[in-house]
């Protein structure tokens, strides 16, 4: 178990490591955003996918692909699993098949779409609870999903 833990953090501190060497639009060499060349941002999405590929196993890869979210199922609690999204947008958070929230958790620069599916997978496996803790909440209604307001605040 805490071989487990060490080595999903060691993995966790070697993507963040990846994304910070190869930032789109020249982020840390401090040009401007809006500086970058289109065909810099592709090749990005390229390394990303390859890193993708390269980090999950065959049939994580598949089910993101096939189902458009790979489920990556909860340590702590037995019946929950976080459906992350193939493309930037919310992880719905599902026990026994029913939804029970929404997480909003986005990285402040762009970042291409499957450096974030890891970024998420990482940080669910890695620290659970440190991921419910920073992320925004949604709770489902009828028609969608709604902000549930911060403890603490008006």
Not at 54 to 78: I, M
Not at 119 to 126: A, D, P, T
Request: proline share 7%; with cysteine; hydrophobic share 40%.
């Amino acid at each position: 178990m805490v071989v487990t833990v060490i080595a999903l953090e060691l993995l966790f501190v070697l993507l963040i490591v990846c994304l910070l060497c190869r930032a789109p639009y020249g982020v840390l060499a401090n040009q401007p955003l809006g500086g970058g060349r289109r065909s810099d941002w592709r090749e990005a999405q390229e390394r990303a996918e390859q890193m993708l590929r390269d980090v999950l196993a065959e049939e994580e890869y598949r089910q993101l692909c096939r189902r458009g979210y790979l489920e990556v199922p909860s340590r702590s609690r037995p019946r929950r699993v976080y459906r992350i999204p193939r493309h930037q947008g919310q992880v719905k958070v599902y026990e026994g098949g029913v939804p029970i929230m929404a997480l909003c958790v986005q990285p402040v620069d762009p970042v291409p779409d499957g450096d974030v599916v890891l970024m998420h997978k990482l940080m669910i496996e890695g620290n659970e609870e440190e991921y419910l803790r920073v992320a925004n909440r949604f709770e489902p209604t009828l028609y969608g999903f709604i902000a549930i307001r911060p403890r603490g605040r008006v």
